[in-house]
Structure formats: C-alpha cells, structure tokens
T-cell receptor, first 110, second 112 residues
Framework: ETGVTQSPTHLIKTRGQQVTLRCSSQSGHNTVSWYQQALGQGPQFIFQYYREEENGRGNFPPRFSGLQFPNYSSELNVNALELDDSALYLCASSAYNEQFFGPGTRLTVL | GQQVMQIPQYQHVQEGEDFTTYCNSSTTLSNIQWYKQRPGGHPVFLIQLVKSGEVKKQKRLTFQFGEAKKNSSLHITATQTTDVGTYFC????????????FGTGTRLKVLA
C-alpha cells in the first residue's frame, strides 16, 4: 500500500450537484496531484498543489477546484456536475518525482 | 498542447513470450515515468528515466529513453501472468506549468 488514502470510495450524484473528494497524502509528501481517469483511458491531470498553493493545472474548467491543507491533505471540489464527470478520481502524493497514487474515488453522475 | 501516444493499445501474448510497448511524445520531455495499473486498481510507479538514451533494467523489465527525449519503451522478457495490466508512460511537461501527461496506455493480457 502507498499510504495515500481517498474518501469516499464510491459516490453517486445527479447532474448539477456539487461533490467534494478527499485525499490524505503519504507522510512527508508536500505535493498532491489530482487526476481524472475515464474508463479505458489514461489519467488526465487536473491540478497539483505544493505547500498549499496550486502550481499546475490541466485543461479542466474552473468548476474543478481544490485545496491543500497545512497537513498536506487535499480536497477536490467539482461544481455543477455533468454526466461526463463520471470517472475514477485519483490523487497522487509525492515528495520528489515518484508519485504514489491512492485507490481512487469512483464518481457516477446520473 | 503536449500529447503522449502509446502503441499498441492492446497486446495479448502467450506466457513466456516477450512484450514491448512504445511511448511517443509530440514534444521533448524533461523526464518520463512508467506506471502499471492492474484491473480495478490504481497506477503504481515503476521507474523514472531522465537522461537522453538512458536504459534501466528491473529484473525482466527494460526501460529506454530515446536520444531526443521524445520517445520511450518498456520491454518485458518472458512474460508471466502477474504482468497482466495496463502500462502507462507519463511525460513531464515543465513549460509554463509542472504536470505529468499520461499516455494512452497499453493493455497487456497474458495467456497461460
């Protein structure tokens, strides 16, 4: 196990709702990245936080937002959910370059 | 923007056969990482390559980084059923933002 935990494991929401996903990074890791992985696809980079500041963002709209806390845990918030937001959401913590992924949160939007 | 493609998309091999997946980037990469994702699991870090022309080995796995730092390959010798999964490369983009761009993945099935 990587020591990276995510909650919840599964989530079902309806279109238009808002969702918050949580990630606890591995001890000592000050960087957290979030990815969206659609079925059969590779992970798509959403954004990265380093020491509570966003320092990189992929091609996702502003309704995808995040936070990193002083203990380096992180949240991903998605507003106005759309059907295409259904995916596995992965967080990955790192101290240098190696990324340790959590088990993911499976989000289904109906 | 940067794109990272992998071929083949799928590969079925008989146990004991070799397997190779290729990763190609539209731009020069700072470094490249390889990950393995088992069905229903999450990506697991395998290795990172940084230098042009670098070759690294992990038991039956051999990783190469191209001279131009735009392509990479993963070769598995004598596949085993435990090698089943999807292999992703991820290239580091540092122009403007710091982010890893994952490839499209190669799904490997090993027939016993």
């Amino acid at each position: 196990e990587t020591g990276v935990t995510q909650s919840p494991t599964h989530l079902i929401k309806t279109r238009g709702q808002q969702v918050t996903l949580r990630c606890s990074s591995q001890s000592g890791h000050n960087t957290v990245s979030w990815y969206q992985q659609a079925l059969g696809q590779g992970p798509q980079f959403i954004f990265q936080y380093y020491r509570e500041e966003e320092n990189g963002r992929g091609n996702f709209p502003p309704r995808f937002s995040g936070l990193q806390f002083p203990n380096y845990s992180s949240e991903l918030n998605v507003n106005a959910l759309e059907l295409d937001d259904s995916a596995l959401y992965l967080c990955a913590s790192s101290a240098y370059n190696e990324q340790f992924f959590g088990p993911g949160t499976r989000l289904t939007v109906l | 923007g940067q794109q990272v493609m992998q071929i083949p998309q799928y590969q079925h091999v008989q146990e004991g056969e070799d397997f190779t997946t290729y990763c190609n980037s539209s731009t020069t990469l700072s470094n490249i990482q390889w990950y393995k994702q088992r069905p229903g699991g999450h990506p697991v870090f395998l290795i990172q390559l940084v230098k042009s022309g670098e070759v690294k080995k992990q038991k039956r796995l051999t990783f190469q980084f191209g001279e131009a730092k735009k392509n990479s390959s993963l070769h598995i010798t004598a596949t085993q059923t435990t090698d089943v999964g999807t292999y992703f490369c991820a290239g580091l983009e540092t122009s403007g933002t710091y982010k890893y761009i994952f490839g499209t993945g190669t799904r490997l099935k090993v027939l016993a």
